[in-house]
């Protein structure tokens, strides 16, 4: 009980709060993510760079996104107790969670971005995600029934589309995941 009681009481930074408040209703808008990491281990990584693009009633809105790049570098003023690159984090983490309130997020293997984006929300005293998800790559598989352990890269998935295909930056990804969604969406009779 001493736990449950240290939770309730425990002091969140104010944009944690303000996120959590978005979920009061449910949300109409869906957000397609993007993240570049150091590597693949969510423990260990970090960060680079988040892009998203917001998508309402089956509509990319192209005005409305998001992109951040984060820098690793961990030289800061002497004065500052925190280095610059995770002030940059923090501040990079409030403005994503700004941009995506209670939307529901699309991406290729979201799970991965999902648990990073907690890892690094666990290293500055806040919870985890709130939001629903959907994975492109699972609406793909299962669209087409397949229940074998093959995965499909987000390039695969672009050209069995007959989408352009992406270049190699992270607003590129998130469009292309907007796209794909919206294709899969309609395909399995999503509303």
């Given at each position: 009980?001493?736990?449950w009681?240290?939770?309730i009481?425990?002091?969140y930074?104010?944009?944690?709060?303000k996120?959590?408040?978005?979920f009061?209703?449910?949300?109409n808008r869906?957000v397609?993510i993007?993240?570049?990491?150091?590597g693949?281990?969510s423990?260990k990584?970090?960060?680079?760079s988040i892009?998203?693009?917001?998508i309402v009633?089956?509509?990319?809105?192209?005005?409305?996104n998001?992109?951040i790049?984060?820098s690793q570098?961990?030289?800061?003023e002497?004065?500052?107790?925190?280095p610059?690159?995770?002030k940059?984090?923090?501040?990079?983490?409030?403005l994503f969670?700004?941009?995506?309130e209670?939307?529901i997020?699309i991406?290729h293997?979201i799970y991965f971005?999902?648990?990073?984006?907690?890892n690094?929300l666990?290293k500055i005293?806040?919870g985890?995600?709130k939001?629903?998800a959907?994975d492109i790559?699972i609406?793909?598989?299962k669209?087409?029934?397949?229940?074998?352990?093959?995965s499909f890269?987000l390039d695969?998935?672009?050209?069995?589309?007959?989408?352009?295909?992406?270049?190699v930056?992270?607003?590129d990804?998130?469009?292309s995941?907007?796209l794909?969604?919206l294709k899969l969406?309609s395909?399995?009779g999503?509303?």
């Amino acid at each position: 009980m001493i736990g449950w009681i240290k939770n309730i009481n425990k002091k969140y930074p104010e944009f944690w709060k303000k996120y959590l408040l978005t979920f009061e209703e449910k949300s109409n808008r869906y957000v397609s993510i993007a993240l570049e990491t150091t590597g693949l281990d969510s423990e260990k990584d970090s960060i680079l760079s988040i892009a998203a693009i917001s998508i309402v009633n089956n509509t990319i809105s192209i005005g409305n996104n998001f992109e951040i790049n984060i820098s690793q570098s961990d030289t800061s003023e002497q004065s500052s107790s925190i280095p610059t690159a995770k002030k940059e984090e923090i501040e990079a983490l409030e403005l994503f969670l700004n941009y995506i309130e209670n939307a529901i997020l699309i991406g290729h293997r979201i799970y991965f971005d999902v648990e990073i984006i907690n890892n690094a929300l666990d290293k500055i005293d806040c919870g985890r995600l709130k939001n629903e998800a959907f994975d492109i790559e699972i609406m793909y598989k299962k669209l087409h029934d397949l229940n074998d352990d093959k995965s499909f890269s987000l390039d695969e998935l672009v050209s069995f589309y007959k989408i352009p295909k992406a270049k190699v930056s992270t607003p590129d990804e998130a469009f292309s995941i907007a796209l794909l969604f919206l294709k899969l969406k309609s395909k399995l009779g999503i509303i």
